[in-house]
């Protein structure tokens, strides 16, 4: 049994994975009262909710402590003082358990995790909070061939939500709005395999600040923003002539976004797989379920060697278990 812990940012969760099945997810978020994320907060919040979290995963696994052999951790990428905590946590179950702690990069996770569905060598659309990134494996390491050039498609629609008064995560709700709305034409900008959203944000807000329809900028603001993704993915599968297309991260939650990548895919003959919801926003089973690939190749540490790396990337980190 491998248990993860995730901690990065307004996640905490611990889950349980065993031969690459799951056992248990258990998550609970940090919700600030309004406006953004205050990172020693949200540590606090992980750091009141852990001890319960992890009684309820062991439950949930139906387990005993003693079964499990090592603790992933996600070490990195993430605000300092959520990382510290987690790490705190781990190292004091690791060490009280004899066990060695596994360091997982909380984005390749979320890579890792996609193909778990069933794709061998894909191209992976990554669309989280932070990070937007189109990557594909090549010579032991996870490559990125596009990324955004400002900030990622999910703090996009949150910073755009927070403007017209919704609060964090403002995307299920312009997913919502858009339903009602109709086409609009806003900037796109795609340049190679990289993208940027400052330019739409501007004009949304332009556009909003002249009284147009909330449900219209949603509209338009999904068929820009995600169009330019999938452009952007199938440029890099066109590239690297790879067949497969995974999606992640917590924006991959959007149906919109799946059924665009799908219709993609079936246009260049490419399959197409994305996770269930509880694995792509962010959770513990995806870091249990990479720290179990990497302890099986080696990848472990003693608890008091393993620190923190808040800005670690995903090509910095030797893949050594694929
Ligand atoms: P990172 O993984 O880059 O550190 P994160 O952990 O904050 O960022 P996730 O938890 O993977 O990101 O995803 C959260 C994001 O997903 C939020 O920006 C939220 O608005 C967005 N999101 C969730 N559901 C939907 C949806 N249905 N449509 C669009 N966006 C969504
Ligand atoms: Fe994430």
Same mark, same amino acid.
């Given at each position: ?107 390749? $996770? ?5 193909? &778990? ?5 894909? !191209? =992976? ?5 932070? #990070? %937007? ?98 452009? $952007? ?5 066109? &590239? ?5 297309? !995974? =999606? ?5 939650? #959007? %149906? ?67």
């Amino acid at each position: 049994m491998i248990l993860g812990i995730e901690c990065t940012a307004h996640t905490f969760g611990i889950g349980v994975v065993h031969n690459k099945k799951i056992l248990a997810n258990i998550r609970d978020m940090y919700r600030p009262e309004k406006g953004g994320i205050v990172p020693l907060d949200a540590a606090k919040h992980h750091q009141h909710i852990a001890l319960s979290l992890y009684q309820q995963a062991l439950d949930k696994a139906n387990i005993n402590e003693k079964n499990i052999k090592a603790i992933a951790l996600s070490n990195a990428p993430g605000l300092a003082p959520c990382l510290l905590e987690g790490l705190r946590f781990a190292q004091q179950k690791a060490q009280s358990l004899s066990i060695p702690i596994i360091p997982v990069n909380h984005c390749i $996770a979320h890579l890792e995790i996609g193909q &778990h569905e069933g794709a061998r060598d894909p !191209v =992976l659309l990554y669309t989280s909070g932070a #990070n %937007t990134q189109i990557i594909a494996f090549s010579s032991g390491k996870y490559r990125v061939f596009g990324e955004t050039l400002d900030i990622g498609i999910g703090n996009f629609l949150d910073k755009f939500a927070r403007h017209v008064g919704i609060p964090f995560p403002g995307g299920p709700f312009i997913e919502k709005e858009a339903k009602k709305g109709t086409y609009i034409e806003l900037p796109y900008t795609l340049k190679g395999m990289d993208v940027s959203f400052s330019g739409l944000y501007t004009k949304l807000i332009q556009l909003y600040n002249n009284k147009i329809p909330p449900p219209d900028l949603c509209f338009s603001l999904q068929e820009t923003a995600f169009a330019m993704l999938v452009e $952007a993915a199938e440029r890099a599968l066109a &590239h690297t002539e790879k067949k497969e297309l !995974v =999606l992640g991260g917590g924006v991959a939650c #959007n %149906t919109r976004l799946q059924e665009m990548c799908k219709v993609m895919c079936k246009e260049r003959k490419a399959r197409f797989f994305c996770p269930k919801k509880e694995f792509l926003i962010d959770n513990a089973a995806m870091i249990a379920y990479t720290g179990e690939l990497m302890f099986k190749a080696g990848v472990f540490s003693p608890p008091s060697q393993v620190n923190i790396e808040p800005r670690e990337r995903t090509d910095e980190v030797d893949v050594t278990w694929k």
